[in-house]
């Protein structure tokens, strides 16, 4: 399998002038110079282990600094990178990869094959504490022949190599860890990617300088700091004040006034990140009736129009148009009458409702709290009477780990790799983790696509899937997410569908 590619990081360095808005006089950036106020914070350095491997929100700032496996576009389609060819042979047994020639760590040392093989088995040993490592253990016994590398496959898993792209997909320097160890790696990390760590100050900010030996192309900005800003308020007035050039995840009504200023503009696409509500299979939920009305009660169009300002796009499936197994044609219509009929076939009314609990988390994403309200009141309306309670999303991840959400729970889902095994399998399927419906006749549908072999009947089986579920009504999928991102005129920002925000894709305006 072979991609061709040059896109993707390759800028030259040029001044950048920034207007900051909104004030009498205008501070200017100095040349090379980049700020961008943050939402989150970065717990660990390690992109590999814990719980911050697998949080979506700051991937961009890893990939700042580590190189992946393969690399995505911004549209999502997969690259050439540290990898420049990867695939397997005909009966699935082996895997194969040839390794790009040529790189080098951070502190100067060659990248090499060992580099691959080590970081690879280090992500299967369960020790390490890897989060993934149940896709990673799936092939071993890795064999290097100059820059080619095959391994054995234990188990088949069709999406190995996609995951190279996503969470915990990274290469890590073998000699360099292994002579500072992990504390060391925390107080100075290295990688091969288009920046390197300058200064890191937990909960504050990161100072970033750009790799003048990228294989990718040097990045357009020499220094970057990113602040991390947590409060949505507070990004508004960085970006608004000219303190930050760049910031994102604010809410739409802000964005909107602020890409309205003179020295401002602003991005906002959709992203691989669902909102949906959680059914469990308990209580009133067992009940196909009313899971069903449940989900025609709910005028998705106008959660979008009036409360996310008409950004967003509604969804029926746990499958967003950039996933490799979209099908346009399942459709679950709005039809509150028809909800009714279905509630009262089961004997329940608007004055005998069915009483559910949902659960929320509030200001987690743009107006969760707002939209679970305004469906509880579509609910209400057909025969349904739910009670809000709020929590954070921490409390979600536990809940659903022991399965014990209520019946109904909002939650965003993310899916960077595009395929059916995370956004429908992993949410949907029994013995994982993260589900939260477990019935058999869904895990006799899914269990056997875990390892098909062929590519075709694969992504059409996911398809069937997806449209049983939409007629059982096991989910209720809201809307794909769209991620507004306002920016300084003078900087041009490429917005990654992953919603990675990546400062090597910024150039000077």
């Known amino acids: 399998m072979t991609i061709n590619r040059r896109e993707l990081l390759g800028y030259s360095a040029a001044a950048l002038g920034v207007a900051a808005v909104g004030l009498p006089k205008i501070a200017k950036a100095a040349a090379g110079e980049l700020t961008i106020a943050y939402n989150v914070n970065l717990p660990s350095w390690d992109p590999t282990t814990g719980p911050s491997a697998v ?39 082996k895997v194969m990869m040839t390794v790009r020639e040529g790189v080098k760590w951070h502190d100067g040392s060659p990248f090499t094959p060992e ?7 280090r992500a299967g040993d369960e020790k390490t504490g890897n989060p993934i490592q149940f896709v990673w253990k799936n092939v071993n016994n890795f064999k290097i022949d100059g820059y080619k590398i095959t391994g054995d496959v234990v188990q088949f898993d069709p999406v190995y190599f996609k995951w190279m792209s996503f969470l915990t997909g990274y290469i890590m320097p073998k000699a360099y860890y292994e002579k500072v160890g992990a504390e060391g790696f925390e107080k100075a990390p290295i990688g091969t990617g288009p920046y390197m760590v300058e200064k890191f100050e937990r909960n504050a900010f990161l100072r970033l300088k750009a790799n003048p030996n990228y294989w990718g192309g040097k990045p357009a900005f020499e220094n970057v700091t990113i602040k991390f800003v947590t409060d949505a308020a507070s990004r508004v007035a960085e970006v608004e004040s000219g303190s930050s050039q760049v910031t994102l995840e604010i809410p739409y ?27 469990n299979n308990k209580d009133a939920m067992l009940d196909k009736n009313v899971r069903q009305a449940a989900v025609m009660a709910v005028d998705k169009d106008l959660l979008v129009k009036r409360l996310l300002r008409g950004y967003g796009q509604p969804i029926d499936t746990l499958e967003t148009p950039e996933y490799a197994a979209y099908d346009a044609s399942i459709k679950v219509e709005h039809n ?45 309306k057909v025969g349904i009477e739910a009670t809000i ?36 399998g992993f949410a949907m399927f029994g013995p994982s983790p993260h589900s939260s419906w477990k019935t058999d006749d869904l895990d006799a549908k899914i269990g056997p696509l875990w390892g098909e ?43 990654h569908i992953s919603g990675a925000l ?7 305006a």
């Open 55 to 93: 949080n979506p929100t700051i991937q961009g700032l890893y990939q700042s600094v580590f190189d992946q496996f393969i690399p995505q576009k911004p549209d999502l389609s997969f690259a050439p990178g540290l990898l420049t060819e990867w695939g397997w042979n005909d009966d699935r047994t």
């Open 115 to 121: 580099d691959v093989v080590w970081s690879l088995q």
């Open 253 to 279: 009504e802000e964005y909107d006034r602020l890409i309205a200023k003179d020295g401002l503009a602003g991005s906002i696409k959709n992203v691989s990140d669902i909102g949906m509500i959680f059914f």
């Open 336 to 380: 509150p009458e028809k909800a009714k009929e279905l509630l009262a076939a089961s004997g329940y009314s608007q004055e005998k409702p069915a009483k559910i609990t949902i659960q929320t988390t509030k200001g987690f994403k743009p107006k969760d709290y707002e939209m679970v309200q305004a469906i509880v009141g579509m609910w209400r």
């Open 389 to 424: 309670e709020v929590y954070e999303i921490a409390k979600h991840y536990e809940l659903r780990a022991a399965h014990k959400l209520a019946p109904a729970a909002f939650y965003n889902w993310g899916n960077a790799i595009g395929d059916p095994t995370t956004s429908t």
């Open 453 to 495: 072999k062929d590519e075709a009947k694969r992504i059409a089986g996911w398809k069937a899937v997806d449209k049983y579920i939409a007629e059982q009504a096991y989910v209720l999928p809201l809307l794909q997410f769209a991620q507004p991102i306002v920016h300084a005129k003078g900087v041009n920002v490429v917005q």
């Open 502 to 508: 990546l400062p090597a894709l910024m150039t000077p």
